[in-house]
């Protein structure tokens, strides 16, 4: 159990490691965990000031408190499973492993960017997810979650598979597939591009639909007070 401040290197830390404590752990050096991670309620876990920082687990990664960032990017590496039911709101999240799942509980994910680099199933998707979401070229992410929303941007070059309603209110593209039950593009002014096979899909929220060269297989609505659009003055085909 860590209540203060953590400096390491690469096998440092070879055991089951909770940051506990009320207040601020601060992370001073490049940390790796061989094992799993739990940050407990009331505590924060962030990098040092002004520094860059990597905090590395192999194992799970559960968290309870508060992920964040300096004004430098502060970098979580997870190869096992993750689990939110805090504030994860660290400046980039790299899911390393193959295998794993993720849970958005009842906490919040604003991470400035969550990179997919193995393939992952969405278990629970009980609060909305921000920031942007990449996945890897030859990465799935599979939502099981009956129900999904990523309010910022998503690049998906790999899968993105669903069978459920998948919420995308901000910018989508990719060079990847999406395979989803329900679709929903419902943010205000959205870009949207890619390759879509959907059950359904709508054009749904306010503002503008910027379409970029886009095919959508399925059956497609445009919901009343959305205008959908190619942008500036390039010809676009939907």
Request: proline share 1%.
């Given at each position: 159990r860590i209540e203060g401040d953590v400096t390491g290197a690469t096998g440092a830390f070879v055991i089951e490691t909770v940051f506990g404590g009320a207040g601020t752990r601060s992370i001073l050096s490049a940390v790796t965990i061989t094992g799993n991670v739990t940050v407990d309620a009331g505590t924060q876990v962030v990098n040092q000031f002004t520094v860059a920082r990597t905090l590395t687990a192999t194992g799970n990664f559960v968290n309870n408190g508060t992920l964040s960032s300096s004004s430098a990017t502060f970098t979580i590496a997870v190869a096992g499973n993750v689990t939110n039911n805090g504030t994860w709101q660290?400046?980039?999240?790299?899911?390393t492993g193959a295998g794993g799942t993720i849970a958005l509980n009842a906490g919040s994910v604003t991470a400035t960017g969550l990179n997919v680099n193995g393939d992952r199933t969405l278990a629970t998707a009980d609060a909305p997810a921000g920031g942007t979401w990449t996945v890897a070229a030859g990465v799935t992410l599979t939502v099981a979650a009956p129900a999904?929303?990523?309010?910022?941007?998503?690049?998906?070059?790999?899968?993105?598979?669903?069978?459920?309603?998948?919420?995308?209110?901000?910018?989508?593209?990719?060079?990847?597939?999406?395979?989803?039950?329900?679709?929903?593009?419902?943010?205000?002014?959205?870009?949207?591009?890619?390759?879509?096979?959907?059950?359904?899909?709508?054009?749904?929220?306010?503002?503008?639909?910027?379409?970029?060269?886009?095919?959508?297989?399925?059956?497609?609505?445009?919901?009343?007070?959305?205008?959908?659009?190619?942008?500036?003055?390039?010809?676009?085909?939907?």
């Open positions: 660290n400046g980039v999240t790299n899911l999904f929303t990523q309010t910022g941007t998503v690049t998906n070059d790999g899968s993105f598979t669903s069978a459920g309603t998948v919420n995308l209110n901000g910018n989508a593209g990719g060079a990847g597939t999406y395979a989803i039950g329900a679709l929903v593009f419902g943010g205000g002014n959205q870009s949207i591009a890619g390759t879509y096979n959907v059950t359904t899909a709508a054009f749904a929220g306010s503002g503008t639909k910027s379409v970029d060269t886009t095919t959508i297989t399925g059956a497609v609505a445009v919901n009343a007070g959305v205008t959908v659009a190619n942008p500036f003055t390039v010809a676009r085909t939907l």
